[in-house]
């Protein structure tokens, strides 16, 4: 096993100063290590890239999308971007950020492509791929493929990408039966150097002191049993025993090349005049018209979203009712949503509200009909943060069970 850590630096452009470590191991069954991580302190960018393991040159490919990704994030246009964020932190700023990230992994996927062609030994190569990108106080994430980034709270542990695989596409449907039968069938559909077009999830994450980002491979995650033992072994005391820790599980079973880059947010040191902790005034405002949060005093507002993370869905894509192989709720922050029956939701709508309980209505998912921001809540996110304060548990469940109680009545026509 080899591991690195370092002490806590001061990053360009963020608040915080942070401590990053990272660990990795070859396995007992692969010849050589195709994961390859990158921790570029100067750019605020950290990433993670697992070659392909049962394709050809899968660390070529591996090193060829972080390099590409770096170089891109390097370059002006996006340079320009990230600084227009940070000195207008505005939602048509934070989409051109996302625009430069989902470019730079269009780009790698495109040299993964070119280069697979010009060597017989590298045809088919490919990679997955997971970057995050520090300003001001929160993170850009951009996702293809399995590989995972976890963030670690003191009150939550939040699964922020979905694994691009089959079996996570089949329970995004609702199709969670389905897809239970199907496990030994869970191929990879999306990653670097796969096709022509890549699919690239981004995410919106609000950082504080004390939390600590994990960015794993398969080989981190696909070897521990539970979230809460991965849990357990990311809030060990300093960010190298974590990446230590959790590599050294994996290695029990071994069955794989494992790498784990963990970032820990130390002391704030920046304190702006327009400050944005957290979300937006308008977006807290919308959040809190859902029946969840209506009139709840703003800390057990902040308490709740803890466990929320916001994410933004296309026009003409579906809501997935299941997130991260669990199920998930949602608050629309802007857009309209239309339902298999013709109904339209719009600001403040709660979508899935029986996830939170760990029930699944079976109806089908219902699609945006315009791109449409959301909170995503999973259930077993929410469910931690209520452990850990049971007032807030109580008026939470409180009012779901009510809120839940007048949908059912809505749907039977008011009878029962």
């Known amino acids: 096993m080899y591991a690195a850590a370092s002490v806590p630096d001061i990053v360009p452009r963020f608040d915080y100063r942070v401590t990053t470590a990272s660990a990795e191991d070859r396995g007992k069954i692969r010849d050589k290590h195709q994961d390859v991580h990158r921790i570029a302190i100067d750019l605020a960018m950290f990433a993670v890239a697992d070659g392909m393991g049962g394709h050809s040159a899968g660390d070529v490919a591996a090193r060829i999308a972080i390099d590409e990704v770096e170089r891109s994030l390097r370059g002006g246009r996006a340079q320009r971007a990230i600084e227009g964020w940070v000195t207008t932190p505005d939602l048509e700023t934070r989409r051109r950020v996302f625009q430069r990230l989902r470019e730079a992994v269009e780009r790698a996927n495109a040299r993964v492509r070119e280069e697979a062609s010009t060597r017989e030994d590298y045809s088919n190569m490919g990679t997955t791929l997971d970057v995050v990108w520090l300003a001001r106080g929160h993170a850009f994430v951009a996702h293809a493929g399995d590989g995972r980034v976890y963030l670690a709270r003191t009150s939550a542990m939040l699964q922020l990408t979905q694994d691009h695989a089959q079996l996570e596409a089949l329970k995004a449907t609702g199709l969670v039966h389905a897809a239970r039968k199907q496990r030994s069938q869970n191929r990879?559909?999306?990653?670097v150097g796969l096709s022509?077009?890549?699919?690239?999830?981004?995410l919106f994450v609000d950082l504080s002191r004390g939390?600590?980002?994990l960015i794993c491979t398969d080989g981190i995650h696909g070897q521990i049993d539970s979230e809460a033992e991965l849990t357990d072994l990311l809030r060990r005391p300093s960010a190298e025993s974590?990446?230590?820790a959790l590599v050294a599980r994996a290695g029990l079973k071994g069955r794989d090349n494992a790498t784990a880059l963990v970032v820990e947010i130390n002391d704030r040191f920046v304190v702006r005049e327009t400050d944005d902790r957290g979300l937006a005034a308008s977006d807290l405002e919308r959040a809190?018209?859902?029946p969840l949060l209506q009139d709840l005093p703003m800390p057990g507002v902040l308490a709740a979203l803890a466990a929320a993370v916001e994410v933004e869905i296309s026009k003409d894509d579906i809501v997935p009712r299941v997130v991260a192989s669990d199920l998930v709720c949602y608050i629309v922050l802007d857009g309209m949503i239309r339902y298999a029956d013709d109904r339209r939701v719009g600001v403040g709508a709660l979508l899935f509200p029986e996830s939170l309980v760990g029930v699944t209505?079976?109806?089908?998912?219902?699609?945006?009909e315009e791109r449409t921001r959301l909170l995503r809540l999973r259930a077993d996110d929410f469910n931690e943060v209520c452990q850990s304060d049971p007032e807030l548990s109580s008026e939470l469940y409180r009012r779901l069970a009510r809120h839940l109680a007048r949908a059912g009545a809505r749907l039977s026509g008011g009878r029962g």
């Open 188 to 191: 990879l559909l999306n990653a």
């Open 211 to 213: 939390d600590r980002i």
């Open 196 to 202: 022509d077009s890549i699919t690239v999830d981004t």
């Open 288 to 290: 809190r018209a859902t």
């Open 242 to 244: 974590a990446a230590q």
């Open 361 to 368: 209505s079976g109806t089908e998912p219902p699609v945006c």
